[in-house]
């Protein structure tokens, strides 16, 4: 007789498996560079290293489960209070809290594609099922397709703005007409990992949005343009019942010292830190104006990445980046999405396009 093997739910057998961006091969000689994971290309500012040093001498203790400190300074820093804020190790875990927070099995969350790879993860996850909607031709969000995808199941839609990886960014108009005709019970999850890079003055502010609104909610991420990945903090600005439900779900204690610490220097550090902001924010723009006078196709972008329909060839394409020491991230058969990283991998990136250009039309 065989023994009875524990059961996985069956929804794990189609859960996809999250693929980080490739870090490079170490390539004797020379440098590399990894454009894959949307990372800030700047080390640390010295303040936000000597505050990880003196958490360091508290590693005996856990945090403060309230994160008193990085609440408060959120909390003057956007004019919310401090219970409609909640921290996670990174805003994807708020998310994933939240998802928790609002599906029961069965339930359905909508949301645009192709946009975070996340997303189908954290929404199966819950027993819930995803329900996507395709980016129009520009690869922007299709709010009324979006709209027509809701049904009596619904209980969140994304919003992904810039969207990644396609790096267009929604208009505060639309998408406040958007939530004016989504069902008052739905929760509109605005994903605004790269708000600090957004120049277009028409783009949304989520948080502008989440206002005065029962249902929608604002994440946020010290991930990008504060440049803290490897130290996993982000938060959610929402509704009081909303936030005190991701509270409730998140792992206790998930929010580390360090990255209590990390965060709040970085709040006061704003001004130095949105200085790499903006320096990385003119990379873009002449990397995009370079990548289109060579005669490619790249949508807008509002964020620290742009993205090259390449379709067929994306998977070669990248290849090509590899051999010069620079990893982007390829979305085989669709695109590929390059972060803006330092200008000498940017560089690359731009001798790679030029020289398949040359080679393959
Ligand atoms: C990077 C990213 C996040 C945030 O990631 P964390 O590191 O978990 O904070 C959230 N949403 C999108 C779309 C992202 O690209």
Same mark, same amino acid.
């Given at each position: 007789?065989?023994?009875r093997l524990?059961?996985?739910?069956?929804?794990f057998?189609?859960?996809?498996?999250?693929?980080?961006?490739k870090?490079?091969?170490p390539k004797?000689?020379?440098?590399?560079?990894?454009?894959?994971?949307?990372?800030?290309?700047?080390p640390?500012?010295?303040?936000?290293?000597d505050?990880?040093?003196g958490?360091a001498?508290r590693?005996?203790r856990?945090?403060?489960?309230?994160?008193?400190?990085?609440?408060?300074?959120l909390? $003057?820093?956007f004019?919310?209070?401090v219970?409609?804020? *909640?921290a996670?190790?990174?805003?994807?875990?708020?998310l994933?809290?939240?998802?928790?927070?609002?599906?029961?099995?069965? !339930?359905?969350?909508?949301?645009?594609w192709?946009?975070? $790879?996340?997303?189908?993860?954290?929404?199966?996850?819950?027993?819930?099922?995803?329900?996507?909607?395709?980016?129009?031709a520009? *690869?922007?969000?299709?709010?009324?397709?979006? @709209?027509?995808?809701?049904?009596?199941?619904?209980?969140v839609?994304?919003?992904?703005?810039?969207?990644?990886? /396609?790096?267009?960014?929604?208009?505060?108009d639309?998408?406040?007409?958007f939530?004016?005709?989504?069902p008052?019970?739905?929760?509109?999850?605005?994903?605004e990992?790269y708000? $600090?890079f957004?120049?277009?003055?028409?783009? #949304?502010?989520?948080?502008?949005?989440?206002?005065?609104?029962?249902?929608?909610?604002?994440?946020?991420?010290?991930?990008k343009a504060?440049?803290?990945?490897?130290?996993?903090?982000?938060?959610?600005? &929402?509704?009081?019942?909303?936030?005190?439900?991701?509270?409730?779900?998140? @792992?206790?204690?998930?929010?580390s010292?360090?990255?209590?610490?990390?965060?709040?220097?970085?709040?006061?550090?704003?001004?130095?830190?949105f200085?790499?902001?903006?320096? @990385?924010?003119?990379?873009? *723009?002449?990397?995009?104006?370079a990548?289109r006078?060579?005669?490619?196709?790249v949508?807008?972008?509002?964020?620290?990445f742009?993205?090259?329909?390449l379709?067929?060839? /994306?998977?070669?394409?990248?290849? #090509?980046?590899?051999?010069?020491?620079?990893?982007i991230?390829?979305f085989?058969? !669709?695109?590929?999405r390059?972060t803006?990283?330092e200008?000498? &991998?940017?560089?690359?990136?731009?001798?790679?396009?030029?020289h398949?250009?040359?080679t393959?039309?």
């Open positions: 007789m065989s023994e524990p059961r996985i739910r069956d929804v057998e189609t859960i996809p498996t999250y693929k980080p961006g870090p490079p091969a004797p000689g020379r440098s590399t560079f990894k454009l894959s994971s949307n990372e800030n290309p700047y640390p500012l010295p303040g936000v290293l505050a990880l040093s958490a001498e590693v005996n856990y945090p403060d489960m309230g994160a008193v400190h990085l609440y408060e300074r909390s $003057e820093r004019g919310v209070p219970d409609h804020l *909640a996670g190790t990174g805003s994807v875990a708020v994933y809290h939240l998802l928790q927070a609002m599906c029961d099995p069965g !339930d359905e969350v909508v949301y645009a192709r946009s975070f $790879e996340a997303y189908p993860i954290a929404v199966q996850v819950t027993g819930a099922r995803s329900v996507t909607v395709p980016l129009n520009k *690869a922007e969000h299709d709010f009324d397709a979006m @709209l027509a995808a809701i049904t009596d199941r619904t209980r839609v994304i919003v992904c703005t810039p969207n990644n990886p /396609t790096g267009p960014a929604v208009h505060g639309p998408l406040a007409e939530i004016a005709k989504v008052s019970h739905v929760v509109i999850v605005i994903d990992a708000r $600090e957004v120049r277009d003055p028409h783009v #949304a502010d989520g948080v502008d949005l989440y206002r005065d609104r029962d249902n929608v909610v604002c994440l946020r991420t010290f991930s504060y440049g803290l990945a490897g130290i996993r903090v982000g938060y959610a600005i &929402a509704p009081q019942p909303i936030a005190t439900a991701i509270r409730k779900a998140a @792992l206790p204690f998930g929010v010292d360090f990255a209590q610490v990390a965060a709040t220097v970085s709040l006061d550090a704003e001004d130095a830190l200085q790499r902001v903006e320096a @990385l924010v003119a990379e873009r *723009a002449r990397v995009v104006d990548m006078e060579q005669g490619w196709e949508p807008d972008t509002q964020a620290n742009f993205w090259l329909p379709g067929a060839d /994306t998977v070669d394409f990248a290849a #090509a980046c590899a051999k010069e020491g620079v990893m991230r390829p085989p058969g !669709d695109g590929a390059i803006i990283g200008s000498e &991998a940017n560089d690359l990136v731009l001798e790679v396009a030029r398949w250009r040359a393959r039309g």
